[in-house]
């Protein structure tokens, strides 16, 4: 938990900035009345694509560069098609000369953690809440592990691997059998595949493949890093 006191009416402590991972901040008290107006068109157009598509192109096209940036984020909170993105990320890129990696880096994590938020508001088991919060958060897996164990105690690995497999269940809707549990297991401990095969009876170039499939799972990706 991070706590922040400030002073709002000192000028000098403004603006407040909202960080966007991993290279993006904006002043988020700035409002401009046309860009708000269109925002709230395209939430209206959702559902009609090639309005939407649109309104999106013009929203960029008739805006300055902040106000452009400022629709492209709210347009990654309604989850739209990645295709989407990517092409007002070029037309943003065309106009003002913005960095292509950037932009698609912070609107790639932006549209991964509403996802994850989106599970963590659909789950109730609590270990399984810490491990999308600790993921929400970028804690690596290491740090992960720790308050883990400070929370539950005991061997907090194995505690992680079930409520992953829970996770992985609810939110990728994945039939989690074995061998899953134990190489997800031995993935989580910092430990190579090849040390869980002759416990699993599997041949390490499954648990390969095994794996391969597994770190396509967002949560697991995210999870699992060094």
Excluded: W
């Excluded at 009416?9 to 993006?24: C, G, K």
């Excluded at 999106?56 to 492209?72: G, K, Y």
């Excluded at 993105?85 to 609107?107: C, F, N, S």
């Excluded at 883990?148 to 269940?169: K, N, P």
Aim: proline share 5%.
């Amino acid at each position: 938990m991070t706590l922040v006191i400030r002073t709002n009416s000192d000028v000098r402590s403004q603006p407040q900035y909202e960080y966007h991972p991993p290279s993006l901040a904006r002043n988020p008290f700035y409002h401009d009345p046309t860009t708000a107006r269109r925002i709230q068109l395209l939430h209206a157009l959702r559902d009609h694509y090639e309005l939407f598509r649109k309104c999106l192109h013009e929203a960029v096209r008739d805006n300055d560069f902040a106000s452009s940036v400022t629709v492209l984020l709210e347009v990654c909170k309604m989850q739209p098609k990645r295709q989407l993105v990517d092409e007002m990320i070029d037309l943003v890129v065309d106009q003002y000369g913005a960095p292509t990696k950037t932009l698609h880096r912070v609107t790639e994590e932006l549209m991964q953690n509403l996802t994850l938020a989106s599970l963590r508001n659909r789950v109730r088991d609590p270990a399984a809440r810490l491990i999308l919060a600790l993921v929400l958060n970028g804690l690596n897996r290491k740090d992960a592990i720790a308050i883990f164990s400070e929370r539950y105690g005991g061997d907090a690995v194995s505690r992680m691997t079930a409520a992953v497999v829970r996770l992985l269940e609810e939110g990728d809707d994945m039939r989690v059998m074995d061998p899953i549990p134990a190489l997800l297991f031995t993935v989580l401990s910092g430990r190579p595949i090849d040390s869980c095969t002759a416990s699993t009876g599997y041949q390490l170039r499954d648990m390969q493949e095994i794996a391969s499939l597994l770190s396509q799972s967002l949560l697991v990706k995210k999870l699992i890093q060094a």
